[in-house]
């Protein structure tokens, strides 16, 4: 058992296939989900690596793995110093990952470990990108069926490079794709975004999501309305063109409504007595002031974080099992 400290440089096999999972305090998905997918991997015709990312977890899940790893070298773990978030979690896994075709799924068994020979099939027909769909939601809200459903649509019309609508992080990729997605650099890593911007030839392969098997979705609404935000800004400046259109219509609609009391006071000969309309052209035009600052303001806020130039994420460790002999070599 050696820790090693990461190394950009990691040989890569033709012949291998990477499974980059990210989790955060998986403690009970961890064992289930090792008994699903380790089975499904040992059946494949080609060599294979888990890469775990632990992602600050505090509830023994990097332990648990720890004592997996001591008897299964093919799997690794890189443990992030604190909870970076999954975005930041996955671009760990994917660039400690040596593989050919690199996989990602969730750890709560949400993304069913049984579909891996499929994805890999697919894979080896010759596409870079084998994107998974969900085709139902089954244990998840009207809510957040309904708002990821307007969410999609919203993002695609703002975006050039649309994203394809109920997919995730689960999907194959190639090495090409993975190092295309490596190249984009910056630090706000939304990574559904990153995916569909770098392109390449794609199959989308439908498939059931099944509900969690254990524990709680790390989302709650706040976060994913940030995560939402974040798309929209991370990927399209038509939010600041909405403003504008926004501010314009708004203006118009003002001269014309002034226009229309002068000639009623000097033609019709009515005198104007609109305190009430007053206050509520004012407040409505107030509130579109101030959406239109914090729309500039996001984008602001990005250029800030960005401009630091920090990194995505830092590693506490990576651990592997190096002690059996023909393991993995640096
Ligand atoms: N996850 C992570 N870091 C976080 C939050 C989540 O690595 O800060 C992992 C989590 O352990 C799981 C995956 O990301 O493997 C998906 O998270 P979750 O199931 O909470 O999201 P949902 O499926 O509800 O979108
Ligand atoms: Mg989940």
């Known amino acids: 058992?050696?820790?090693?400290?990461?190394?950009?440089?990691?040989?890569?096999?033709?012949?291998?296939?990477?499974?980059?999972?990210?989790?955060?305090?998986?403690?009970?998905?961890?064992?289930?989900?090792?008994e699903r997918l380790l089975p499904v991997v040992s059946n494949l015709e080609m060599s294979w690596e888990l890469v775990f990312v632990d992602d600050g977890s505090d509830d023994g899940s990097a332990e648990f793995l720890i004592d997996t790893i001591r008897r299964e070298k093919r799997i690794r773990l890189v443990r992030l110093s604190r909870?970076?978030?999954?975005?930041?979690?996955?671009?760990?896994?994917?660039?400690?990952?040596?593989?050919?075709?690199?996989?990602i799924m969730d750890a709560d068994l949400q993304d069913p470990p049984e579909l891996v020979p499929d994805m890999v099939a697919r894979w080896r027909e010759?596409?870079?990108?084998?994107?998974?769909?969900?085709?139902?939601?089954?244990g998840e809200g009207w809510f957040k069926r309904f708002s990821a459903y307007m969410f999609y649509r919203l993002l695609n019309r703002a975006c050039r490079s649309p994203i394809?609508?109920?997919?995730?992080d689960f999907r194959l990729m190639s090495r090409r794709a993975v190092n295309a997605l490596l190249s984009l650099n910056e630090r706000n890593r939304y990574m559904k975004g990153l995916f569909a911007w770098v392109g390449m030839p794609t199959v989308v392969v439908p498939y059931d999501r099944e509900p969690r098997a254990a524990g709680t979705?790390?989302?709650?609404f706040l976060g994913l309305l940030g995560l939402a935000l974040e798309g929209l800004t991370s990927f399209s400046a038509a939010?600041?063109?909405?403003?504008?259109?926004?501010?314009?219509?708004?203006?118009?609609?003002?001269?014309?409504?002034g226009l229309w009391i002068v000639v009623k006071a000097t033609i019709l000969g009515d005198i104007t007595s609109g305190y009430p309309s007053?206050?509520?052209i004012i407040t409505f035009l107030g509130g579109i002031q101030l959406l239109g600052i914090g729309i500039v303001g996001e984008y602001v806020g990005k250029t800030y974080v960005e401009s630091k130039q920090r990194p995505i994420y830092l590693t506490r460790d990576i651990i592997e099992n190096t002690a059996v002999a023909g393991s993995s070599q640096r």
Do not use: C, Y
Request: aromatic share 6%; no cysteine; proline share 6%.
């Open 126 to 138: 010759g596409v870079d990108v084998v994107l998974m769909q969900r085709r139902s939601r089954r």
């Open 1 to 34: 058992m050696n820790k090693v400290h990461p190394h950009p440089h990691l040989a890569r096999s033709k012949s291998l296939l990477s499974i980059v999972i990210p989790f955060f305090n998986e403690r009970a998905m961890l064992p289930l989900l090792l």
């Open 164 to 168: 394809p609508v109920d997919t995730g």
């Open 239 to 257: 939010p600041l063109r909405w403003a504008t259109a926004t501010g314009l219509i708004a203006a118009t609609l003002g001269a014309v409504f």
């Open 217 to 220: 979705t790390k989302w709650d």
């Open 278 to 280: 007053l206050v509520a």
């Open 83 to 103: 909870n970076f978030g999954k975005e930041a979690a996955l671009t760990a896994g994917l660039e400690h990952a040596r593989g050919e075709g690199v996989l």
